[in-house]
T-cell receptor, first 112, second 113 residues
């Protein structure tokens, strides 16, 4: 079993839709949770960064962490074609220290 | 401010050849790492360094060597390329603060025939 599970998609939605992306994990020691966005032929770039459980909002993006369920989510409101990318969840902390473990990534297509 | 720079962008090797993937950062970050990205597998850690002169193995280190002689540079060496090493390689860096997010380069796309 992988430490971090993420549905690879692809996920296709119409412009303006609310998108929900999710990851589950097995290591309860993880404390830092991240979402990276990766455009085609580019490196991942940090989108959201949260510590422990709770919600964090930044514009159209909301990250949620539920440590009791070992489940994290990223919501995108009013999705735009420019949001079409691969979204990678990542987490670190605990015995692994600063090593960051990534999910496989979910490919998202937003149709105009 | 260039961030993390990787060269080359593309490379084709024959089985058994060796090569070095270059990575340089200009942010004075202490921590640098190499990942490979394969379809369905996500990013997997190959090697990492917590500072000049200090390196350690990640999840998939076999077939790769690293060294860190300066804060800025962290090259990845393929000793004898194999088709299983066909992948996209990303270098990343972060400040010495524990658990701070990673800054990635734009990758090197390697094909081994």
């Amino acid at each position: 079993q992988k430490e971090v599970e993420q549905d690879p998609g692809p996920l296709s939605v119409p412009e303006g839709a609310i998108v929900s992306l999710n990851c589950t994990y097995s290591n309860s020691a993880f404390q830092y949770f991240m979402w990276y966005r990766q455009y085609s032929r580019k490196g991942p770039e940090l989108l959201m960064y949260t510590y422990s459980s709770g919600n964090k909002e930044d514009g159209r993006f909301t990250a949620q962490v539920d440590k009791s369920s070992k489940y994290i989510s990223l919501f995108i409101r009013d999705s735009q074609p420019s949001d079409s990318a691969t979204y990678l969840c990542a987490m670190s902390g605990g015995a692994g220290g600063f090593k960051t473990i990534f999910g496989a990534g979910t490919r998202l297509f937003v149709k105009a | 401010n260039a961030g993390v720079t990787q060269t080359p962008k593309f490379q084709v090797l024959k089985t058994g050849q060796s090569m070095t993937l270059q990575c340089a950062q200009d942010m004075n970050h202490e921590y640098m790492s190499w990942y490979r990205q394969d379809p369905g597998m996500g990013l997997r850690l190959i090697h990492y360094s917590v500072g000049a002169g200090i390196t350690d193995q990640g999840e998939v280190p076999n077939g790769y060597n690293v060294s860190r002689s300066t804060t800025e540079d962290f090259p990845l060496r393929l000793l004898s390329a194999a088709p299983s090493q066909t992948s996209v390689y990303f270098c990343a860096s972060t400040p010495d603060r524990v658990n701070s997010p990673l800054h990635f380069g734009n990758g090197t796309r390697l094909t081994v025939t």
